[in-house]
Nanobody
Framework: QVQLVESGGGLVQAGGSLRVSCAVS????????MGWFRQAPGKEREFVAS????????YYADSVKGRFTISRDNAKNTVYLQMNSLKPEDTAVYYC???????????????WGQGTQVTVSS
């Protein structure tokens, strides 16, 4: 059974940086493209970033392009999202999951983790 555990969120001022992590257990990460999603209060969960099993290519939502970077360490079965130049509108719970061939939709068969809260103050 796959388990996704996100961590590293917190409170940061606008313009600041955070790196969130996603530890995967129950599957070898080498075989999966992985992505980050986020859900703000009162909104649906949305795609943020994704990358192929070997780290390239990568894909980003227009709202985060140039500010966020997805990376991974397959040896540690961990995926990262480096977030720079954070804005108040980036405030959300951030989740990771495997992605399908669109690189923008979750794979569908892995349960979501608990997510990690990122709050950006103005």
């Amino acid at each position: 059974q796959v388990q996704l555990v996100e961590s590293g969120g917190g409170l940061v001022q606008a313009g600041g940086s955070l790196r969130v992590s996603c530890a995967v257990s129950g599957r070898t990460l080498n075989f999966y493209a992985m992505g980050w999603f986020r859900q703000a209060p009162g909104k649906e969960r949305e795609f943020v970033a994704s990358g192929n099993w070997n780290g390239a290519p990568t894909y980003y939502a227009d709202s985060v392009k140039g500010r966020f970077t997805i990376s991974r360490d397959n040896a540690k079965n961990t995926v990262y999202l480096q977030m720079n130049s954070l804005k108040p509108e980036d405030t959300a719970v951030y989740y990771c999951n495997a992605v399908d061939s669109s690189y923008r939709r979750p794979f569908g068969s892995w349960a979501w983790g608990q997510g990690t809260q990122v709050t950006v103050s103005s």
